[in-house]
């Protein structure tokens, strides 16, 4: 059963801007076969809510956009609200349709290397064992502090490798809106906050 273990609860965790926990390796040496097995069942497991994961990260920048047009139906005569209500959702799903599956497969695809690093640093053969079986213990409190620091690498690598693609997709997506809205469409910014890099940790 995946419960608050799951890779949506990592990526969350490190939105939520949690403290970056040290933690000291728990095998240094190379990983044996039955324990890049277990890592590869827990990876598994964690990316099971890939798609959650996708669908958070991409309706993020929506809100404050969403926002943004309320204010600006206010100017959209009254009799042509709700058809362009209609064909902004349409304007939304388009967008969400089309970015989910892509963020879903980079996370399917990079999970290996950022999650499973941090497995094999981090955890014995004997503890992913158990966290494979998924049973209640005090190692799930030990899973919780490294959960951020794996949500938070997850999540700069993501938006590295798929923020100019989403930005792009809300440019479009904004101007389309703005049409529909029958305003001016605003100049296109220098630095989409998107793409943005994390700030430097102090």
Do not use: Y
């Not at 494979?132 to 030990?142: D, H, R």
């Not at 959960?147 to 798929?162: F, N, T, V, Y």
């Amino acid at each position: 059963m995946i419960n608050k273990h799951t890779l949506a609860a990592l990526a969350l965790a490190a939105c939520a801007g949690l403290a970056n926990a040290q933690a000291t390796p728990a095998s240094a040496a190379a990983p044996t076969a039955a324990k890049k097995d277990l890592i590869a069942k827990l990876i598994a497991i964690q990316t099971g809510n890939a798609e959650g994961l996708a669908k958070t990260l991409v309706a993020a920048p929506l809100g404050p956009m969403g926002q943004e047009v309320r204010i600006a139906m206010q100017q959209v005569p009254v009799e042509k609200r709700e058809a362009v209500g209609k064909a902004i959702d349409a304007e939304v799903k388009k967008f969400g349709d089309e970015s989910v599956p892509l963020v879903k497969e980079r996370i399917v695809k990079v999970a290996p290397e950022v999650i499973g690093k941090s497995l094999d640093e981090k955890f014995n053969e004997d503890e992913l064992r158990q966290l494979v079986a998924w049973l209640e213990s005090p190692l799930a409190k030990k899973f919780d502090a490294v959960s951020p620091e794996m949500g938070r690498a997850l999540q700069e690598r993501l938006l590295a490798d798929m923020g100019p693609t989403l930005n792009t997709k809300l440019s479009t997506l904004r101007n389309n809106i703005v049409k529909h809205l029958g305003l001016t469409p605003p100049p296109q910014s220098a630095a989409p906050a998107t793409a943005n890099k994390p700030a430097a940790k102090k």
